[in-house]
Structures are given as structure tokens and as C-alpha cells.
């Protein structure tokens, strides 16, 4: 079965208002505010009844001042997610996708964005079998990555919208 490519541009984007604005927009907003702001992106996903649900977010805070963050969600059959490992590896690559896109901003330079997976670095939770992959995926492409328990912006933020 051939797992349906997520395309970050297709998606119907909001912002932290649930108010739906074009990605185009949501990337003009990150790059003038890119030299006040860190850059945070994330995705987490849940089954709900037959589809499992992602929601990806780039999440932009300034110390002293708060921050807003930016959402889109996509679906997929269930089906096509067999095992764990697969689902969170799925996170991770629309995570780093994102990051990518980010990135490929003139003036966003990829280690000044935190890519947070949802994945525990202890051996006693089931996240953990996709580590060392998920972690050395996103470190090997040159961004920051972060995970539990301070990823935040995929274990908190986006884990609100995958629901």
C-alpha cells in the first residue's frame, strides 16, 4: 500500500486564532519577524475512528514578549500506519519537511530552528525504538533538535491539534 505524500503547501493553514491564512502568508510572517523570534517547528498525530490525524505547527516565540504560532492538520488512512515506528517517523519527516521549507527562506538559516519531536529519549517508553534515527535524521540536516521532555511545540502544541 503506497503511503499518500503530505504536501505542506496544500494544506489549509491557521493561525494561532484558528483563522485560516495561505502558507504564503504564514511564511512572509516568519520571515520578518525571523531576527526577533525563535523558529520552533513540530508535528504530533493521533488515530481518531479510521484516519490517523497529524498536526504540524511552527511555533515562534520572542523572550520577554510571548509568541504566536501558526497550525495545519492532514489525514490519512489508518490503514497505512501499521506499527508505531512508521507514525512517528512520518512526524518526524513532515517536521524536518517543514524546517526544510523554512530554511529555504533567503535569510532563515537552518541552525536558528528547533525541530521538537514527540519522542522520549527513555528506554522504558515505546517512542524510544525510533530515537536514534528520528534524533540523527534531523541533527545530520543541521537544525536543533529537541525531544521530550522539552519538545513542547510537537508533545504540546501540535498534540492539541491532532486530536
Known sequence: MKMNKINLNELSWCDANSNVIMMETVLSRVNNRRDHVE??????????????????????????????????????????????????????????????????????????????????????FKSNAVFTSATSWVKSLGYQCVVKPDSWASSWLADAYAK
Open 39 to 124: 523558529i520552533h517547528v513540530g508535528c504530533d498525530s493521533h488515530f481518531v475512528k479510521n484516519t490517523c490525524k497529524f498536526a504540524i505547527v511552527i511555533a515562534m516565540y520572542e523572550r520577554g514578549k510571548g509568541g504566536t504560532y501558526f497550525f495545519a492538520r492532514a489525514k490519512r488512512d489508518r490503514s497505512l500506519f501499521t506499527n508505531m515506528k512508521i507514525r512517528l517517523l512520518k512526524e518526524v519527516e513532515l517536521a524536518v519537511t517543514l524546517a526544510e521549507l523554512l530554511s529555504s527562506l533567503d535569510t532563515t538559516n537552518r541552525n536558528d530552528i528547533s525541530v521538537h519531536l514527540d519522542i522520549n529519549p527513555n528506554k522504558k
